[in-house]
């Protein structure tokens, strides 16, 4: 749903770049006196924001939230109304930052450890009231007369995932299942749209399994990893029934509706396990580059409900360079028993393989990625991490004994070819010993996309 069907009966504009949300507003208002109707200015930048006695109001695209309001005038005082606006946004920032311990500055400032972090306008315009609101959600390149001014809510990228799937299962789900099982049969429609967009939780937890979780085993929290990811695919599995079993020909209302509420409980425990568990137990231990690695991983996974979100980038400190950079080695030469390449060379070959690449090395330890094909989603904070915790718990017997018959000498390649679920392609998956002289080096995996190879039936020369 876009701002403007959540808004009927509003006037709706929406920037990527704009000078000033609230010149906009104000303009507008001035161009159409008699139109008293609710007018709503979002942008995702402005490069002329500003608050009360025109100070500037820093607002970089992606990292903030940029908007102007404008209703009509009511008998309020103007102080009165913006300190009411002020504790309002403040009330709905706590919702979404609960550890955040936010102060109201009079009348329109609201800091975080002593920076602000946001700020509110309230202006009169012919007859109507214009409240412009600005937001650093997590803006950190601020520019150098405001960096011991300003701050922001949050230095890491900002999951809006849970708040969806809560706002899905409380306000649709299940008061539209109750108005299903007191009789009214219209709204079955709407209930089978519903559960089809909670399946779409599985994005929500493949992040959490691919860039959280082995983010947690690197640090030594290696328990709840295990616990939640059984969970997990209780939880896929209960969606995935409810949906098959809300769209028979003829529908068990009993059935469903009580497995529809076993999946919307589990889902709303797992949030809060998530929130109140998890993520303080990473935010103890995790670094800004531990960070920045989920959010540069999130695109090869996808999202649960919402578009791609803001551009979040760590503030990283720079890295002493040590005596031999990777630069200054590109032009080594490696020879092999045929040939011989440079590094450059080597890292372009194997960066444009048809296939994805991982080498687990001789202690069974993540040791690097690789491929031009992009098929299982991964995570740099997997490096280093045991492979059996990054596999489902169910399947670790599976993989431990490939790698058990390698070290052992029994065998040197497994292979397998399926459609796993959620992809919809078949795939190749061979497992390589890597020897030399006998000596076990460690595993390669090869993952290839074969879907198309399959379909061949004729030559092409």
């Known amino acids: ?50 608050g009360r006695y025109g100070r500037q109001f820093y607002s970089p695209q992606q990292t903030g939230i940029y908007l102007s309001i404008a209703m009509p005038k009511i008998d309020c005082p103007p102080g009165l109304l913006t300190i009411s606006l002020a504790v309002t ?36 315009v012919a007859g109507m009231l214009i409240c412009g609101i600005g937001i650093n ?16 809510l949050t230095t890491q990228p900002i999951i809006q995932h849970s708040a969806i799937i809560k706002s899905l299962i409380n306000d649709a789900l299940l008061p539209d299942l109750a108005k299903w099982e007191n009789g009214a049969a219209d709204v079955l429609p709407k209930l089978k749209q519903e559960l089809k967009d909670l399946a779409k939780i599985h994005y929500h937890y493949a992040r959490k399994e691919t860039s959280m979780f082995p983010l947690m085993t690197k640090y030594g929290i290696t328990a709840p990893p295990k616990v939640m990811w059984g969970v997990d695919d209780k ?30 409980n ?33 695109g090869q996974i996808g999202y649960t409900l919402i578009q791609k979100p803001m551009n979040w980038k760590p503030k990283l400190k720079a890295k002493a360079a040590g005596p031999i950079s990777l630069d200054k080695l590109s032009n080594l030469v490696l020879n092999f028993s045929e040939g011989s390449l440079n590094l450059e060379q080597l890292s372009a070959i194997l960066d444009l393989l048809p296939f994805a690449i991982t080498f687990v090395d001789e202690n069974d330890k ?32 599976r993989v431990k004994k490939i790698f058990d018959d390698f070290h052992q000498g ?50 092409k020369r």
């Open 410 to 459: 029994k065998k040197d390649k497994y292979e397998f070819w399926f459609r796993p679920r959620h992809m919809g392609r078949y795939l190749y998956l061979q497992y390589f010993a890597v020897r030399k002289n006998n000596k076990y080096l460690g595993c390669l995996e090869v993952a290839q996309d074969v879907t198309d190879i399959k379909s061949w039936k004729n030559e």
């Open 89 to 124: 946004v403040v009330h709905v920032l706590e919702h979404y930052f609960p550890t955040k311990q936010l102060q109201l500055k009079w009348v329109n400032d609201i800091y975080l450890a002593q920076k602000k972090v946001a700020g509110l306008l309230v202006e009169q």
């Open 366 to 397: 993540v040791a690097y990625f690789g491929g031009g094909a992009s098929i299982f989603p991964h995570s740099k904070n997997a490096i280093g991490n045991s492979v059996y915790s990054c596999h489902l718990p169910e399947s670790v017997p």
């Open 137 to 152: 959600l997590s803006t950190t390149d601020f520019p150098l007369n405001l960096r011991e001014k300003a701050g922001a």
């Open 266 to 298: 589990e889902v709303l425990e797992m949030i809060f396990k998530e929130e109140k568990i998890m993520l303080p137990m990473i935010d103890e231990v995790a670094s800004e580059e531990d960070w920045g690695n989920v959010k540069d991983e999130e």
């Open 1 to 50: 749903m876009n701002l403007q069907q959540a808004l009927p009966g509003w006037r709706v504009y929406t920037f990527r770049r704009i000078s000033s949300t609230e010149d906009f507003a104000k303009d507008l208002v001035r161009q159409q006196p008699t139109n008293k109707q609710p007018l709503l200015v979002v942008a995702d930048e402005q490069t002329n924001g500003y």
């Open 235 to 264: 939880i896929r599995k209960l969606i995935g029934q409810a949906n098959v079993l809300v769209n028979q020909k003829d529908v068990d209302q009993t059935t469903v509706a009580n497995v529809i509420k076993k999946a919307a």
